[in-house]
């Protein structure tokens, strides 16, 4: 009894122990490897985009972004996705995880949060805002000017909505358990970035008198009503995620782990038995009909 006083945590029987590693152990292993690498990803990349446009003002120390995006961009536009990843992501069900206890062995061979992967998720930060960069000064051209020589608030609009799309975008790639939850959150999150920079820079005008909106205000209907920018985050959200949606697939199809393969697995058996289901209801309605034929 003065031990389970002492101690952090107590179990009241050592079975529980079995449910608590193999499968909260794993999911919570899984979840904070993720959130962790994520959060450095989402803030390098937006920061790099605004690095990279350096070279092209010739260094001048202009913020490319508009400030109050900037300033809410991990609360807003970015931050319930997150979350929901944090808490609620499952790559598989919890029955799976007690039946095939090796999947427990990714925590202790640091599998998913080691060296290796923090600079892969750096390097895919570094591309994709390189991306970022050349989209935004190559495709985007509203007035058919010489490359380059739109306003720096435009140019900032086309970033930072690149920036948001991405790595939301980059979430649905990560997350496994896309329920209903995660797929509001995502929405919210995105489209919460279109409506504050509608209201910031267009419905009220009172953020023209602040810092933080004055060079920005007015600039949301040239800029969204441009037809090279709609066209432009398709391109550039395609480009920036291609390569990490292809790696997935290479790495599902020729060396797969055991959880993808158990994936799979679910994943026949699900639909083996909405086939069985579909195929019983269809025999009994061509039953049914004939019943109805033979009757009349």
């Known amino acids: 009894m003065q031990a389970v006083n002492s101690s952090d945590y107590a179990i009241a029987q050592f079975r529980f122990l079995q449910r608590l590693l193999l499968v909260h152990g794993r999911w919570n292993y ?47 536009f970015t931050g319930l996705p997150i979350v929901v990843l944090g808490v609620l992501d499952q790559d598989l069900p919890d029955s799976m995880s007690v039946k095939f206890p090796t999947l427990y062995q990714a925590g202790p061979n640091r599998t998913l949060f080691n060296f290796y992967s923090f600079f892969r998720w750096l390097g895919a930060a570094v591309y994709e805002s390189l991306v970022i960069f050349f989209v935004m000064v190559y495709g985007y051209n509203s007035k058919n000017n010489a490359i380059g020589s739109e306003s720096r608030v435009e140019y900032g609009m086309v970033a930072f909505t690149l920036a948001v799309l991405i790595v939301n975008l980059k979430i649905c790639l990560v997350m496994c358990n896309w329920t209903w939850v995660p797929r509001l959150t995502w929405w919210l999150s995105v489209l919460s970035w279109f409506i504050i920079v509608w209201l910031g820079t267009t419905a009220i005008p009172w953020f023209a008198t602040l810092k933080v909106g004055y060079d920005e205000f007015g600039s949301f209907l040239p800029t969204f009503e441009s037809g090279s920018y709609w066209l432009i985050l398709v391109i550039g959200s395609s480009i920036a995620l291609g390569r990490h949606f292809s790696w997935n697939q290479y790495q599902r199809l020729f060396t797969p782990e055991l959880y993808q393969i158990l994936q799979e697995v679910l994943f026949v058996l699900a639909l083996s038995i909405r086939v069985f289901i579909q195929s019983k209801e269809s025999m009994h309605y061509s039953c049914s009909y004939t019943q109805y034929i033979i009757d009349d």
């Open 30 to 76: 899984m979840r904070i490897s993720k959130v962790v690498l994520y959060m450095f990803y989402k803030n390098i990349t937006l920061v790099l985009a605004q690095y990279w446009y350096g070279f092209l003002s010739g260094a001048s120390g202009s913020k490319v972004y508009w400030e109050l995006g900037v300033q809410v961009y991990n609360i807003f």
